[in-house]
């Protein structure tokens, strides 16, 4: 992971829609001076049930596009295409790479559980990203991966609150609670926006983001780099590859996305 580019170039985010927007209010929350880029791209979306080369070819477009923008660094703000294509995107690009699963494993296998539980997509739990990530520093961790496949729509569609995917939610949490966790990981950033239908029934503190701890990762890495930004012009600029509309009205329980984002499609 290397960059040419300098501290006050932008830091570029993304994910297949309005998820990667969970870790970018952390990020901004502690690093208010950055210029940010965000990349969703919507018209693929849901990623959670992509192959392994479709990910890939849409990842390389997104990546080129950040480079000619001259990202001094790019957050998988994505745990799917971190689970999925890390390792062979990561010597690839002129940035530094920041994927969420590598970067927040060791804090979950410090946690004081026994049994972790892991909300994630169908694609990051059949890579097994997460249970092999954290058996590298607590193999005695018992980790349950459960996939929710129609989460990331219900987000993208902001009906959470509708009775049908409430029950669908419900449903799903209470196949995971079978497996007793004392923590449930809410492995895809899109799950963040379902957080306060899954406290009607169990505590909000059964549910760890890891975006706050990504945060801090990405935060201290800038910082022993050099790179983070020394002015404070703040710029954000947000691309979709479909209906900006919807993003922005959709993005705003979590993010406020001033301008319409712009249309990008490769
Ligand atoms: N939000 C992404 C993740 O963290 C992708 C979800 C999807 O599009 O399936 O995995």
Known sequence: MTTSNNNNSPIAFFDSGIGGLTVLNKVRAILPNEKVLYYGDTLHMPYGEKTKEELLEYSDNIFRFFEEKGAKAVVMACNTTSSVIYEDVKDKYNFKLYPIVQSVSKILAGLNVEKLGIFATRATIESGAYQKEIAKYNPNMQVFGQYCSNWVHIVEENSMNSDTNRTIIKNDLEKMLRNCPEKIVLGCTHYPFLTG???????????????????????????????????NTAVEEFYVSSNPELFQSSAKMFYEVKDLPQLLTF
């Open 197 to 231: 239908v899954l406290s009607k029934f169990v505590p909000a503190s059964m549910f760890i983001d890891p975006a706050v701890d990504f945060a801090n990762f990405i935060k201290t890495d800038l910082e022993v780099n050099g790179l983070l930004c020394s002015d």
